[in-house]
Every structure is written in structure tokens, then in C-alpha cells.
């Protein structure tokens, strides 16, 4: 089969004209497009994963990324301290809280439950606060990296808030002020759930249904450090 292009168009029309991007140092900078309510989902592995993954991204161009953790529990083999947190400790630009304890709501793992509504009502009113901030802060100007995130944010992910609506820890109407609530130019990134959230299909932009089609928990295996945390 022939073909017409020729060696210096496909190059031309290549991102970054065929040349191998390189690291460069961080240094603080603002998002020219950012803004949008992203929404991820599903009965598969990789929500918390996705969304942490573009905190990095974010934090890798100099913009600040903080993430709130309503609840992240697991079973008797996930340690304490998770991967996750170490490498958000050693990168510049992106921080993360966790006002939840260790275990699940409704799973009979040992957890009160009503500690699991408590918690889950003080990281809405932590959410509320963040937003704030946000809404506060000069979101097209750079903030500086080691800053505080009362200083403001352009990335802000509420990592499982979606499972504590769906668990009834949270109202749906809850995660719609937050929504209602933000700056234009702050990027939300909602995660969590096994159950469609379909109260936000009105106020999303992105919304991801991350499915399973084949998990090796289901044939006994425990989770892994470096894989499930």
C-alpha cells in the first residue's frame, strides 16, 4: 500500500515533532484550563489509582494538587501506611489528609459505625473548608508548592466520597454543594462507589465507570504491597 507522507510531515505532525520529552525541574505554575467536575466509579480496581495519577500529572507541571480521603480501609493485610502516601511526602506540589480510620462501613470488620459517620461528616466540613480556600485564592496565578492547602489548590481530589454518599454517610445534596460551591477554576475530582452515581450525571464533566471484569481477589488473593497499597 502506498502512502503519500512523506518523512517531514509525519514528523511535522507528530506531538512534540518527534522528539523524546524530557524531566524538567518543577517550579510553580497555573493551569490554563482548568475547571471541570470529574466523576470515577465502578465495581473495578483503580478509581483512587486514576485520580492519583493525575494529581501527579498535575503536580508534575507546578500546579498544587491536595487530596482529602473520606474513608480508605481494607483488609487485615494492608498496612498502616500506604505507598501512596510516601511518594505524595517526597513530591513537590501535592498533599493529602485522611479523616478516615481503617476499615469499611457495613463490612462487620471490627469498625463502629458511628465513627464511620462521624468521620465522614468531618471530611465533608474539611471538604466545605477546602473549597473555600480555593474559592479564596488567585486560581490563575501559581501557589507555591510547599504551601499550606488553606492556601488554596487548582487540583482538588475527594478521594471515596462517592462510597460514603453511597453508604448514606453523606447526602447525595452534600456532594452537589460541594459541586456548587467551587471556584470555576479549580479541577474536582470525585471518586469512590460500586453503584452508579447517577445524581451527578447533571454536574459532571467526566464521568468514568472503572468495571471489573476479572479480579484475583475473587479467587482468594489477599492485597499486595505496591498493587493495592
Known amino acids: 500500500m502506498s502512502d503519500d507522507r512523506t518523512p517531514e510531515s509525519t514528523v511535522e505532525n507528530t506531538p512534540g515533532q518527534g522528539r523524546t520529552p524530557e524531566a524538567e525541574?518543577?517550579?510553580?505554575?497555573?493551569?490554563?484550563?482548568?475547571?471541570?467536575?470529574?466523576?470515577?466509579?465502578?465495581?473495578?480496581?483503580?478509581?483512587?489509582?486514576?485520580?492519583?495519577?493525575?494529581?501527579?500529572?498535575?503536580?508534575?507541571?507546578?500546579?498544587?494538587?491536595?487530596?482529602?480521603?473520606?474513608?480508605k480501609g481494607g483488609a487485615s493485610s494492608v498496612d498502616a501506611v500506604r505507598g501512596e502516601y510516601n511518594a505524595i511526602a517526597a513530591l513537590p506540589g501535592i498533599s493529602y489528609e485522611n479523616l478516615g480510620h481503617y476499615g469499611w462501613h457495613g463490612m462487620e470488620d471490627g469498625s463502629?459505625?458511628?465513627?464511620?459517620?462521624?468521620?465522614?461528616?468531618?471530611?465533608?466540613?474539611?471538604?466545605?473548608?477546602?473549597?473555600?480556600?480555593?474559592?479564596?485564592?488567585?486560581?490563575?496565578?501559581?501557589?507555591?508548592?510547599?504551601a499550606e492547602p488553606e492556601a488554596g489548590m487548582h487540583m482538588l481530589i475527594l478521594d471515596e466520597i462517592l462510597y460514603a454518599a453511597d453508604r448514606g454517610l453523606l447526602s447525595e445534596g452534600d456532594v452537589h454543594e460541594l459541586i456548587d460551591a467551587k471556584p470555576?477554576?479549580?479541577?474536582?475530582?470525585?471518586?469512590?462507589?460500586?453503584?452508579?452515581?447517577?445524581?451527578?450525571?447533571?454536574?459532571?464533566?467526566?464521568?468514568?465507570?472503572?468495571?471489573?471484569?476479572?479480579?484475583?481477589?475473587?479467587?482468594?488473593?489477599?492485597?499486595?504491597?505496591?498493587?493495592?497499597?
Not at 471530611?123 to 473549597?131: N, P, Q, S, T
Not at 482468594?220 to 498493587?227: E, P
Open 112 to 146: 463502629e459505625e458511628a465513627d464511620h459517620e462521624a468521620e465522614a461528616q468531618a471530611g465533608l466540613e474539611r471538604a466545605r473548608e477546602l473549597v473555600e480556600a480555593a474559592d479564596e485564592a488567585d486560581l490563575a496565578e501559581p501557589i507555591d508548592l510547599d
Open 184 to 229: 470555576d477554576d479549580l479541577e474536582l475530582v470525585l471518586s469512590g462507589s460500586h453503584t452508579e452515581p447517577a445524581y451527578l450525571e447533571d454536574r459532571a464533566d467526566l464521568i468514568t465507570n472503572v468495571r471489573k471484569m476479572k479480579h484475583p481477589i475473587d479467587e482468594g488473593q489477599r492485597a499486595r504491597r505496591g498493587t493495592e497499597f
Open 25 to 71: 525541574r518543577i517550579e510553580p505554575a497555573a493551569p490554563d484550563e482548568f475547571g471541570l467536575v470529574q466523576v470515577w466509579w465502578g465495581d473495578g480496581k483503580g478509581k483512587t489509582t486514576a485520580a492519583l495519577g493525575m494529581g501527579m500529572r498535575a503536580a508534575g507541571h507546578g500546579y498544587r494538587v491536595h487530596m482529602l480521603q473520606f474513608m
